[in-house]
């Protein structure tokens, strides 16, 4: 019943979209013809799994690096692996084992 009710979500949005992207201002057709330049997309950001097990035994790492205080930038930093608590700022709350960005 919820991947039916998120279809149907789905659908009514890219409808919606859809119809909105007909209906186009003479003036934004315009700037690209005066500027000769085609109007440049902004890059969609990648969805992926972050964390420490991913970060460690990515392609190339060193695992123990990361425990390493002196390790070079391309291994990160702390920030990155931790999550912080929102009531108290510069709390640390927990280690991200696995993290999955969508």
């Known amino acids: 019943m919820k991947t039916y009710l998120l279809g149907l979500i ?3 949005i890219a409808a919606t979209t859809a119809s909105a992207e007909s209906f186009s201002s ?4 315009n700037r690209e ?27 190339g790492r060193n695992p123990l690096q990361m425990l390493n205080p002196r390790a070079p930038a391309k291994y990160g930093t702390a920030e990155q692996s931790v999550s912080f608590d929102p009531h108290i700022p510069g709390k640390w709350n ?3 084992f696995f993290e999955i960005v969508f």
Not at 26 to 29: E, R
Not at 33 to 55: D, H, N, T, W
Request: charged share 25%; net charge positive.
């Open 33 to 59: 013809a005066i500027s000769g330049r085609p109007k440049k997309e902004m890059p969609l950001r990648r969805a992926g799994v972050y964390g420490v097990f991913p970060r460690a035994f990515a392609r």
């Open 26 to 29: 003479s003036i934004g057709s």
């Open 10 to 12: 789905l659908l009514a």
């Open 94 to 96: 927990g280690i991200k």
